[in-house]
């Protein structure tokens, strides 16, 4: 066994900490950074699972809002299940950034405009459905994002605009 003092042996405790937390830290940002780094690059959140939704509006004909950790809507044509579903679609949603504006008729545009927790300006987007993909402007930030067609249905689910 080797002879060293006690001050030689803290030393060599904390340098092999250090090593040890060197081998996590570089193995962790092998694992994760590529990932991350490709999902960042091609695809946005449309409202981010940080923020708080406290209300939604729809072409201020429906309007949802937060009651502690449900939902309500107005007018009341979606059950609950539908209304939490809808909502957390509308939290974790995903969008791919367009590099150029599309062409889109603007009369046919859905117009959402989304109160969150923290902001003073509500977060406006207007949305426009096409045969292929889900067309998103934000107003907010004056981006473009599209979105696979079938996400047009979790996030107005047919149910919210009867009656």
Partial sequence: M?????????????????GFILVINLTNKKIFSVDENLNNEQ????????NIILTLS???IVAIERIGR?????PANISRQALDQMMMSWQQSMGEAMAQAPEVDRQFS????????????????????TEQQLLIFNQTTKQWLVM?????????????FAG
């Fill in 58 to 60: 729809i072409n201020d």
């Fill in 110 to 129: 859905l117009e959402v405009k989304l109160d969150i927790a923290g902001q003073e300006q509500p977060l406006a987007l207007n949305f426009y459905a």
């Fill in 148 to 160: 696979p067609i079938a996400m047009y249905g979790q996030l107005f689910p047919q149910e919210i």
């Fill in 2 to 18: 080797v002879k060293l003092s006690k001050t030689g042996w803290n030393n060599v405790i904390i340098f092999a900490v250090m």
């Fill in 43 to 50: 695809e946005i959140a449309l409202i981010g699972p940080q």
């Fill in 70 to 74: 449900t939902w309500r809507a107005t």
